[in-house]
């Protein structure tokens, strides 16, 4: 098959960008979208040009390094997959894809497709995660979790920090991002000791780092890779409330 | 005082005072509709319902300045919420899929209250000015129904219909997210307050939207 792309170029942060449409012949369906942008990539470096970059590690949809805008939709059209898991049998013979970084205030494009997410590792090392005094290893049943509360725990924790939420909302707003690191570690006995200090301190960096502001339209959870839910959102609108108030 | 302010700065927190200021207002507007109801009993009802109200003016008055208080906070708020969420998603797609994800009432929060605001100011400047001020010689049901500014004149029903009909899509949105953001939209209560937000978004802006139809397209005869 054959697809008509259309793609955003920028040579880095401080350069003008601008749209570049290229045709991509010979495609096949099992392809993945990253195997067709390299076999463009391909071409592009044999004719001496600058190859499209994008981010990509993993490419089975566990690192989280991936994620483009593709026909208005963060990782493409279809529900709980990465940028990475994106197939060419997901498109029609001759259709025409656009291509874009994700765009978010805090999250400056460095080049073509690659924009710069330490934004997130910011708010991680603002307290997402648990301070442990390393020792000898805990025996692994001595601290009891109820198994609905683990579920629960653990579908948090699938967030691998792709960036979709943030990129697919009118807001640019990063709550379900950090909704799932609080509410993941507020549902655990081990996250108890930071609990407050944590919803504080997430939110705190949360709005520094210059993300908008959630107005529950829901968009994020819906593009999430990982399916994790605004329940979440709920849960980190609670502990937060509690945390400033109590 | 120091956690109040860093609380009240935040974006959670901004989120607060909008979910409560526009929670208030939703209660407002059962008090309000019950009121209007009474001009379906005729003038002599509505009149005198209105001279009894205006027999406990002072009261009438504090609760005139704490809803104006709520309203002015909803609406700053509502304001830097919306210019700071811009500001902080300056490029926009070239292609954006965003019916795909969300709802058009969800989207559009800002234009929908800015549509209901327009119609407060000419809502007060007509009929609350008229019921207080010029007052009429207490002919307050013929305020309401006449030419001048009531639903005899098109252009003050079209309007009328018209945010009634958008206070309705603001609080298809806005109601069951004042819940979400306090955390309380997904527990054993989720399915009594998807029935409560039905009274709110419909019911009530239907009620509100009747008076208008009844009066002015109905009784009107324009
Ligand atoms: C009778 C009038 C009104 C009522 C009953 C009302 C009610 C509400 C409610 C319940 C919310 C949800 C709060 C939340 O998301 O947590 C809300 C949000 C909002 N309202 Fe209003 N409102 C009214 C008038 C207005 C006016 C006049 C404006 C603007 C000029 C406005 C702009 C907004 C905005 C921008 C939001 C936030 C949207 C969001 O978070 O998605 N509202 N309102
Ligand atoms: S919450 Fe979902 S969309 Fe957002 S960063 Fe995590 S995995 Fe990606
Ligand atoms: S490349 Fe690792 S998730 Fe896509």
Redesign the pocket.
């Known amino acids: 098959m054959q697809v008509f792309l259309k793609v955003w170029r920028q040579a880095d942060a401080k350069s003008e960008g601008q749209f570049v449409t290229y045709t991509v012949e010979n495609v096949t369906e099992d392809m993945s979208f990253f195997e067709m942008l390299d076999m463009l990539n391909n071409q592009l470096v044999l004719k001496g040009k600058e190859p499209i970059a994008f981010d990509h590690d993993c490419r089975e949809g566990i690192c989280g390094t991936c994620g483009l805008f593709i026909n208005g939709r963060a990782h493409g059209p279809l529900r709980g997959i990465t940028t990475c898991q994106l197939h060419m049998r997901s498109f029609d013979d001759g259709a025409n894809i656009v291509v874009e970084p994700w765009r978010a205030e805090a999250f400056p494009v460095i080049k073509d497709l690659i924009v710069d997410r330490t934004a997130f590792d910011r708010i991680i090392s603002a307290g997402g995660y648990i301070s442990v005094n390393t020792g000898g290893v805990p025996d692994a049943n001595t601290i009891p979790v109820p198994k609905p509360k683990a579920d629960e725990a653990f579908d948090a924790a699938t967030c691998i920090g792709c960036g979709a939420c943030v990129a697919t909302c009118k807001n640019s707003s990063a709550m379900l991002f950090v909704a799932a690191k609080v509410s993941h570690l507020a549902l655990l006995p081990q996250g108890q000791v930071e609990r407050k200090q944590r919803a504080l301190n997430l939110v705190a960096a949360m709005d520094m780092e210059g993300f908008g502001a959630c107005?529950?339209t829901g968009a994020c959870e819906i593009e999430c890779p990982k399916e994790i839910s605004i329940v979440h959102i709920a849960r980190l609108n609670r502990e937060f409330l509690k945390a400033s108030l109590l | 005082m120091n956690w109040f302010f860093r609380f009240m700065n935040s974006s959670v927190g901004k989120?607060i005072i909008?979910?409560t200021t526009?929670?208030l207002?939703?209660s407002f507007?059962i008090i309000h509709l019950f009121g209007n109801l009474f001009l379906y009993g005729g003038p002599e009802l509505f009149n005198t319902y209105v001279e009894r109200l205006a027999s406990i003016k002072p009261l009438i008055r504090v609760i005139e300045v704490i809803l104006a208080l709520i309203f002015l906070f909803?609406?700053i708020n509502?304001l830097w919420?919306?210019l700071s969420n811009r500001k902080a998603n300056p490029v926009k797609y070239e292609v954006n899929r965003a019916q795909d994800n969300s709802s058009f009432f969800?989207r559009y929060?800002?234009i929908t209250?800015?549509i209901?605001?327009i119609f407060?100011a000419v809502h007060l400047s007509t009929f609350w000015y008229r019921f207080q001020i010029d007052h009429d010689g207490g002919q307050f049901y013929r305020i309401v129904t006449g030419d001048a500014v009531g639903f005899n004149n098109p252009y003050i029903t079209g309007l009328y219909i018209l945010a009634m009909i958008l206070?309705g899509f603001?609080?298809r949105?806005?109601?069951q997210?004042?819940f979400q953001?306090f955390g309380l939209r997904y527990n054993k209560y989720g399915k009594l307050i998807e029935a409560i937000a039905v009274l709110f978004w419909f019911a009530i802006p239907l009620g509100f939207v009747l008076i208008p139809i009844y009066f002015g397209l109905l009784k009107g005869g324009f």
């Open positions: 107005t529950n | 989120k909008m979910a526009g929670l207002l939703c507007l909803h609406i509502s919420l919306t969800s929060m800002g209250g800015s209901v605001f407060l206070l603001h609080l949105h806005g109601f997210s004042a953001t």
